[in-house]
Structure formats: C-alpha cells, structure tokens
C-alpha cells in the first residue's frame, strides 16, 4: 500500500503530465497541495500517538548507540508499535517527496513566466 493516499496522488500525476495544459497542471499542484495538506495533519495526529507511545515506554532512557537497549526498547514497543514506527518514517519521507515535487513542478511550470 502507497503511503500517499489517491487524493495526493492523483493529482500530482496530472501535475506531471507533459500532454496537459501549463493551466491544467498549476490547478493539479493546487489540489495536490491542499490534498496534501490534510493528510499531513492527519499524519501528525498519528505520528504524535506514537511518540506518546514511545514516550510512555521510556524512549528517553533507551539509548540508540547501544544495542542490547535498543533491542530491549524495540521489544517493549511490540509488533504493532514497531509496524506504526515503520509507517510512521515512509509516511514521513512520501509527505517529502510530495512536498518536493509540487516545488519543483510550481517552479517548472513558472520559471518562462518572469
């Protein structure tokens, strides 16, 4: 499953789309941005109960660089806390490739204007 739902999506596609028109694709990058910017909030509310998660279980006192309590604190996470972790960073890198893409197409699409 993509971690961009089909409302984001979508309409960076179109975005993309060489055989639309310049006005056509600066509509998409206006929908893919607003799409973008609700899932993004939902995404936050989300990453926030699993920092809650982390937090309640002693992330502060787990220390990355070793690894006997970064196996003790992935262990205490569990499976289903260890799945959002993971969901939680590809959601956050696809929300970056979004971002990055309507930048660089807005710029593409504007740069012969000035």
């Known amino acids: 499953m993509a971690p961009l ?3 984001v999506l979508r309409p960076l596609r179109d975005a993309l789309s060489l055989h639309r028109r310049r006005t056509a694709r600066l509509r998409s990058i206006d929908a893919a941005r607003e799409a973008l910017r609700s899932f993004k909030a939902d995404a936050e ?3 926030d109960s699993v920092d809650a998660r ?3 279980i002693g992330m502060e006192y787990a220390d990355p660089s070793d690894r006997a309590e970064a196996a003790a604190f992935l262990d205490r996470l569990g499976e289903s806390g260890r799945k959002a972790l993971a969901k939680r960073g590809r959601v956050a890198a696809a929300i970056f490739y979004a971002e990055s893409t309507i ?3 807005e710029w593409e699409l504007t740069r012969d204007e000035s």
């Open 5 to 7: 739902p089909s409302q």
């Open 45 to 47: 509310v989300t990453g």
């Open 54 to 56: 982390m937090q309640a």
């Open 103 to 105: 930048a660089w197409l």
